[in-house]
């Protein structure tokens, strides 16, 4: 429970940082995406959880356009970490896909929200 609060404080806190500094979400996507992968691999619960909230974001990404930052939410410091060792990764990768079907659920769950225009 405590990564998904973590998770909701840094969309919030790179929402807030884009908008006092006026950069790019796909710059925000890479300092947030290694700041989610320090945190996981420290004090969180690991790749899977990373995984899982990259693959949100990145479907999130997708939904509301912003292609750059899905390029930013590539898990590149996990590639990185592992020494591009893609073997090793193998048994991780369906939570990636965990994160991109909870990824779907919340684009389609804040899209019956929506007003119609």
Same mark, same amino acid.
């Given at each position: 429970? $405590?990564?998904?609060?973590?998770?909701?404080? $840094?969309?919030?806190?790179?929402?807030?940082? /884009?908008? /006092?500094? /006026?950069? *790019?979400?796909?710059?925000?996507?890479? &300092?947030?995406?290694?700041?989610?992968?320090? =945190?996981? *691999?420290?004090?969180?619960?690991?790749?899977?959880? =990373?995984?899982?909230?990259?693959?949100?974001?990145?479907?999130?990404?997708?939904?509301?356009?912003? =292609?750059?930052?899905?390029?930013?939410?590539?898990?590149?410091?996990?590639? $990185?970490?592992? /020494?591009?060792?893609?073997?090793?990764?193998?048994?991780?990768?369906?939570? &990636?896909?965990?994160?991109?079907?909870?990824?779907?659920?919340? =684009?389609?769950?804040?899209?019956?929200?929506?007003?119609?225009?």
């Amino acid at each position: 429970m $405590l990564d998904v609060l973590v998770w909701i404080g $840094l969309a919030g806190l790179g929402g807030v940082l /884009r908008h /006092r500094l /006026r950069w *790019n979400w796909a710059v925000m996507g890479i &300092w947030l995406n290694l700041i989610w992968f320090i =945190y996981q *691999n420290e004090m969180g619960s690991g790749w899977l959880m =990373y995984l899982r909230g990259v693959g949100l974001a990145a479907l999130l990404a997708v939904g509301y356009r912003q =292609y750059g930052l899905v390029w930013a939410l590539l898990p590149w410091p996990l590639l $990185l970490y592992a /020494r591009f060792d893609f073997y090793q990764l193998w048994p991780y990768t369906p939570a &990636w896909g965990d994160g991109f079907m909870l990824g779907t659920l919340v =684009y389609l769950v804040a899209g019956l929200f929506k007003r119609p225009a």
